[in-house]
């Protein structure tokens, strides 16, 4: 048993912080979080005077196949499946040094995240805990078939989304819209499946409790997704032929069906504002911002291994991300929100992990200073527990093993 003291702890349920609390934790589970005293006198004591424990970060939208200096298409050729699992290895233990305990793999090739998933979890290497979606489902030629999962019609559909959960996938990830990224795919504002086809992904996922992402830039494909009872609609861009549009009456619907929206809010948002001219980027964040105001289900997802012209989103940038959400208007407590209990929520493992509470699993990070007050002391991380193992203290470069 282990007590875990702290100026302050925050339990993850909207503004619940307990002062001088107290965290026990046996072995990979959380037995009791409460104020001076809750725990007992039981186990070795770990004193955090002046820092704050929260639970584990989440980011719902990882690529760990991908660093964004290589261009997707051509990686694809040029390394082999060996060697790009090493690359998700490394770019799984950047993410944890960043304080994310639990990330949600939006796509890749090979069913290598599942690889990845199994490796963290017997504890052969060092990461946060996985939720994988394997191959995104998207039309022959569409947004992202490099990762091999196209499909054009019902039977299809049907086939590539069993052969996923069959390998165990842990989710399912379909391309509503184009996007950017893949040369002669059809661009962001063209709809690749209708609403029906979208409802056989919801209907093979629900077969095995599972949940659907869809990636949906254009308005239609955000209509469609929530009309097909998709669980999260990511980077809900409200693209149409002429550009960003935002929706007002679109973006009440998202609010009114209680769909989670990610809307892959990152780090390297300033630089690609930069290189990219304000223009998009600024109607972007205001789309956020008024997706926030109507009482859309944010969360935090950064789209890490993805990046636009060579801007390199790297997967341990995630408080960067959350910074822009301060940006759109977001306080601290909503960002610590939408990045812990709602994420995991939208994940589907918000019954494990997400918050501190008895019986989840010990997930949780410590910082110096006070999040709640300043969000960048969330880049402090003196303590990172994923399931109770202690992975790394006073920063990234003393990790060396998850086991024992
Ligand atoms: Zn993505």
Same mark, same amino acid.
């Given at each position: 048993?282990?007590?875990?003291?702290?100026?302050?702890? =925050?339990?993850?349920?909207?503004?619940?912080?307990?002062? /001088?609390?107290?965290?026990?934790?046996?072995?990979?589970?959380?037995?009791?979080?409460?104020?001076?005293?809750?725990?007992? &006198?039981?186990?070795?004591?770990?004193?955090?005077?002046?820092?704050?424990?929260?639970?584990? =970060?989440?980011?719902?939208?990882?690529?760990?196949?991908?660093?964004?200096?290589?261009?997707?298409?051509?990686?694809?050729?040029? *390394?082999?499946?060996?060697?790009?699992?090493?690359?998700? !290895? *490394?770019?799984?233990?950047?993410?944890?040094?960043?304080?994310?305990?639990?990330?949600?793999?939006?796509?890749?090739?090979?069913?290598?995240?599942? !690889?990845?998933?199994?490796?963290?979890? /017997?504890?052969?290497?060092?990461?946060?805990?996985?939720?994988?979606?394997?191959?995104?489902?998207?039309?022959?030629?569409?947004?992202?078939?490099?990762?091999?999962?196209?499909?054009?019609?019902?039977?299809?559909?049907?086939?590539?989304?069993?052969?996923?959960?069959?390998? &165990?996938?842990? $989710?399912?990830?379909?391309?509503?819209?184009?996007?950017?990224?893949?040369?002669?795919?059809?661009?962001?504002?063209?709809?690749?499946?209708?609403?029906?086809?979208?409802?056989?992904?919801?209907?093979?996922?629900?077969?095995?409790?599972?949940?659907?992402?869809?990636?949906?830039?254009?308005?239609?494909?955000?209509?469609?997704?929530?009309? #097909?009872?998709?669980?999260?609609?990511?980077? $809900?861009?409200?693209?149409?032929?002429? +550009?960003?549009?935002?929706?007002? @009456?679109?973006?009440?619907?998202?609010?009114?069906?209680?769909?989670?929206?990610?809307?892959?809010?990152?780090?390297?948002?300033?630089?690609?504002?930069?290189?990219? +001219?304000?223009?998009?980027?600024? @109607?972007?964040?205001?789309?956020?911002?008024?997706?926030?105001?109507?009482?859309?289900?944010?969360?935090?997802?950064?789209?890490?291994?993805?990046?636009?012209?060579?801007?390199?989103?790297?997967?341990?940038?995630?408080? &960067?991300?959350?910074?822009?959400?301060?940006?759109?208007?977001?306080?601290? #407590? /909503?960002?610590? /929100?939408?990045?812990?209990?709602?994420?995991?929520?939208?994940?589907?493992?918000?019954?494990?992990?997400?918050?501190?509470? #008895?019986? @989840?699993?010990?997930? =949780?990070?410590?910082?110096? +200073?006070?999040?709640?007050?300043?969000?960048?002391?969330?880049?402090?991380?003196?303590?990172?527990?994923?399931? &109770?193992?202690?992975?790394?203290? #006073?920063?990234?470069?003393?990790?060396?093993?998850?086991?024992?």
């Amino acid at each position: 048993m282990r007590i875990i003291r702290a100026a302050k702890v =925050l339990t993850g349920r909207p503004g619940e912080v307990i002062e /001088e609390g107290e965290v026990l934790i046996d072995g990979s589970k959380i037995v009791s979080v409460g104020p001076p005293g809750s725990a007992g &006198g039981e186990g070795e004591v770990v004193e955090l005077p002046g820092h704050t424990v929260l639970p584990g =970060l989440v980011d719902a939208h990882v690529h760990l196949g991908f660093d964004a200096k290589v261009d997707p298409v051509t990686r694809r050729s040029a *390394e082999s499946d060996r060697h790009l699992l090493l690359r998700m !290895a *490394e770019n799984a233990r950047k993410l944890l040094s960043a304080g994310v305990t639990t990330a949600r793999d939006l796509g890749g090739r090979g069913f290598l995240d599942l !690889a990845l998933r199994d490796a963290i979890e /017997e504890g052969l290497t060092v990461g946060p805990h996985l939720v994988a979606a394997t191959r995104p489902i998207t039309v022959t030629g569409g947004h992202c078939w490099y990762m091999g999962g196209e499909a054009d019609d019902e039977p299809a559909i049907r086939r590539v989304a069993r052969e996923n959960l069959r390998a &165990g996938a842990d $989710c399912l990830k379909v391309m509503a819209s184009g996007g950017q990224m893949t040369p002669g795919a059809p661009p962001s504002w063209v709809p690749q499946y209708s609403t029906e086809q979208l409802r056989v992904v919801v209907e093979e996922a629900a077969t095995r409790g599972k949940g659907v992402a869809a990636h949906a830039h254009a308005s239609a494909s955000i209509r469609s997704s929530v009309e #097909a009872g998709v669980t999260t609609i990511e980077h $809900c861009t409200f693209f149409t032929p002429s +550009g960003h549009q935002y929706d007002a @009456k679109l973006a009440d619907l998202v609010a009114d069906s209680g769909t989670y929206v990610c809307p892959t809010v990152h780090g390297v948002f300033w630089r690609m504002r930069e290189v990219h +001219g304000p223009e998009m980027l600024d @109607k972007w964040l205001h789309g956020v911002a008024s997706m926030r105001e109507v009482g859309v289900r944010l969360i935090a997802g950064t789209d890490a291994g993805f990046g636009l012209a060579g801007i390199d989103n790297r997967t341990d940038g995630f408080v &960067g991300g959350l910074e822009v959400f301060a940006m759109a208007g977001h306080t601290n #407590a /909503e960002i610590i /929100e939408l990045a812990t209990v709602r994420a995991a929520d939208a994940c589907g493992v918000g019954t494990l992990t997400g918050s501190l509470e #008895a019986g @989840k699993r010990a997930d =949780l990070i410590a910082v110096a +200073g006070d999040p709640l007050k300043r969000l960048s002391d969330l880049r402090n991380l003196a303590l990172v527990l994923v399931s &109770g193992r202690s992975v790394t203290q #006073a920063g990234v470069d003393t990790v060396t093993s998850s086991v024992g």
